[in-house]
């Protein structure tokens, strides 16, 4: 599974949207980048996937740059409870392993 | 998610105790996790099982060991337990891998945290 590079903390303010990037330059063309949030010491949370196509529920929306090398996860009006650590994680869509590598992700703070 | 519960949600044991901590899902998924987190690091993969009598070694399987004995429960146990596994455990479950990328979200129970003096 490809590594993910996510910077290590942003601010945005309430109301606005919180723009999450994350690089992803070796992923591969049957890997899907998956983010999960972690709010203070609860489980993760799944928020979204995408392959190659933009991606939108009803949390958040993902944009995948046309070469895949990057992404970002978009909350389109930030609330305070969207105050996490967010994690970009890339894995193989057929992978058997089932694992998901966690790394340091990006904690979001949510300003009034 | 309350499809996925641990028990317990806190203990606190002293070195050389054998510890077991229990997950139960009612998702009905095949697929179930077991990952620590220590304080400012993300999660490790501890086991994980992807049916019945199947159990797998993930990254940190050293000191633990799993039981899977129904579709619906995974349990965690902490033979000998010892300081350094003071942490957060979450058990997870997912569905078997589907077209599309979907059926990979893992969903992921509350947490147990343990304390090992």
Same mark, same amino acid.
């Given at each position: ?18 723009? $999450?990037?994350?690089? *992803?330059? !070796? ?6 980048? %998956? ?5 203070? #010491? ?30 970002? $996860?978009?909350?389109? *009006?930030? !609330? ?6 967010? %994690? ?5 869509? #057929? ?18 | ?117």
């Amino acid at each position: 599974d490809a590594k993910t590079t996510q910077p290590t903390s942003m601010d945005c303010a309430e109301g606005r949207a919180a723009n $999450l990037p994350c690089n *992803h330059s !070796t992923i591969s063309g049957n890997e899907y980048v %998956y983010w999960y949030r972690q709010i203070h #010491s609860q489980g993760p949370q799944y928020i979204i996937h995408g392959l190659k196509n933009n991606e939108t529920n009803e949390m958040a929306s993902l944009i995948i740059t046309e070469d895949r090398k990057s992404s970002t $996860l978009i909350l389109p *009006h930030a !609330t305070l409870r969207d105050t996490a650590v967010y %994690y970009c994680i890339v894995r193989g869509g #057929s992978s058997n392993t089932g694992k998901l590598i966690f790394g340091q992700g990006t904690t979001l703070q949510v300003k009034p | 998610d309350a499809d996925v519960t641990q028990t317990p949600r806190n203990r606190i044991t002293k070195t050389g105790k054998r510890i077991m901590l229990e997950c139960s899902q009612t998702k009905g998924h095949d697929r179930m996790y077991w990952y620590r987190q220590d304080p400012g690091l993300g999660l490790r993969l501890i086991y994980y099982s992807f049916d019945v009598k199947d159990i797998n070694k993930g990254e940190i399987s050293d000191g633990y060991s799993v039981s899977r004995q129904a579709q619906a429960k995974f349990s965690l146990s902490l033979e000998s337990a010892i300081p350094n596994q003071t942490a957060l455990y979450f058990c997870a479950t997912s569905d078997r891998g589907l077209a599309g990328g979907r059926g990979h979200e893992q969903f992921f129970g509350p947490g147990t945290r343990l304390t090992v003096l």
